[in-house]
């Protein structure tokens, strides 16, 4: 890597270039080897009229990450002869070669691109990083330091949007084995369009099948909770972090245990944080939902609280603690009736 010291980087903002010390080597590509435009990356055929490269795949995850009300696309290239290796259904490990771009818009402005490339099969071997989109919307350029507040129009105030740096997406990435977060088993086992779980069986990108179809159990209001604190809350809290082993505290959807919402461990995690206090909107889960700041969750990229995501996991909990509050009411009344 040559080091050609602080280089212009563009403030879609203002416009204007900004002085930031991120090493460029000779051919322009940033730190981690990934291309300095995003045009560069392979995600567009014409970068200008928006015609997204054949080999760039759209997908969408069943459970969504809340990014303060933003619209988000996603696609995924994988390797023409190559395989994500699923023998652990919760923790694919992808080849190299392998990319996943999230694109961010405000009102109908593009306003960031995220990449995460696969370097080598080594797993947990991948660079990230943002393309921020210059305010014409002809080509993004790559912003590893981040830019908050990142506005969609030049002149605009700007707005609560940041932009990640690339320290920031390793901290939500690299809380699972392979980093990657919503092209998964669970995320992508749904019927709808794009890439789903079953269209990547039939054109045998998969190493080995699950050994039973992954839905995510119970009704409604269970399923959309679960799938919330899956997309939302998993990528910490799951048995592979610190944070899951130490504090027990998982949200996780993991493969072989969707049989029924009691086997999820969201499930055995609610349960605990129902017990005291009783209240569900007095839980831990649903006051740190609604913080911002010291002790939010999630911890980082979002300044604004989701309302119908507290909403609609305050609605299971409080399904939960009516349902535990009749089968104390049942036991009590058969041991009165002895």
Not at 195 to 211: F, G, I
Not at 302 to 320: F, N, Q, S
């Amino acid at each position: 890597m040559l080091d050609v010291g602080p280089v212009v980087v563009y403030d879609a903002s203002t416009d204007r270039g900004t002085e930031a010390a991120t090493p460029f080597d000779a051919g322009g590509a940033i730190e981690g080897g990934l291309p300095r435009y995003l045009s560069q990356t392979g995600l567009y055929a014409d970068i200008a009229t928006g015609t997204i490269a054949t080999s760039a795949l759209a997908y969408t995850p069943q459970g969504v990450l809340w990014a303060d009300g933003a619209t988000k696309n996603r696609w995924v290239y994988l390797p023409p002869g190559k395989q994500i290796d699923t023998a652990d259904m919760d923790h694919w490990i992808y080849p190299a070669g392998t990319k996943i771009w999230k694109e961010f818009s405000i009102e109908g402005v593009r306003i960031e691109t995220r990449l995460i490339e696969k370097m080598s099969d080594t797993e947990g071997d991948w660079s990230l990083v943002a393309y921020q989109w210059k305010t014409d919307q002809s080509d993004a350029i790559a912003v590893p330091n981040g830019v908050p507040d990142a506005a969609p129009n030049a002149g605009d105030a700007g707005t609560t949007h940041d932009i990640p740096a690339t320290a920031d997406c390793k901290r939500c990435h690299g809380g699972l084995p392979d980093d990657v977060l919503g092209f998964t088993a669970v995320q992508l086992s749904h019927t709808g369009s794009g890439v789903t779980l079953q269209k990547l069986l039939d054109e045998h990108e998969l190493t080995k099948p699950p050994a039973a179809p992954l839905v995510v159990p119970g009704d409604p209001v269970a399923r959309t909770a679960l799938l919330y604190l899956h997309a939302n809350c998993g990528q910490c809290h799951n048995e592979s972090t610190l944070v899951g082993q130490n504090t027990g505290v998982r949200f996780f959807l993991r493969a072989n245990a969707l049989g029924s919402v009691q086997a999820t461990d969201s499930y055995h995690t609610a349960e605990a944080e129902l017990a005291t206090p009783a209240l569900p909107a007095e839980t831990r889960m649903i006051l740190r939902m609604g913080l911002r700041g010291a002790g939010q969750m999630p911890p980082l990229a979002t300044k604004d609280v989701d309302e119908t995501g507290v909403h609609d996991v305050l609605a299971w909990l409080r399904a939960l603690a009516a349902a535990n509050a009749a089968d104390a009411g049942a036991r009590d009344g058969g041991a009165d009736a002895h």
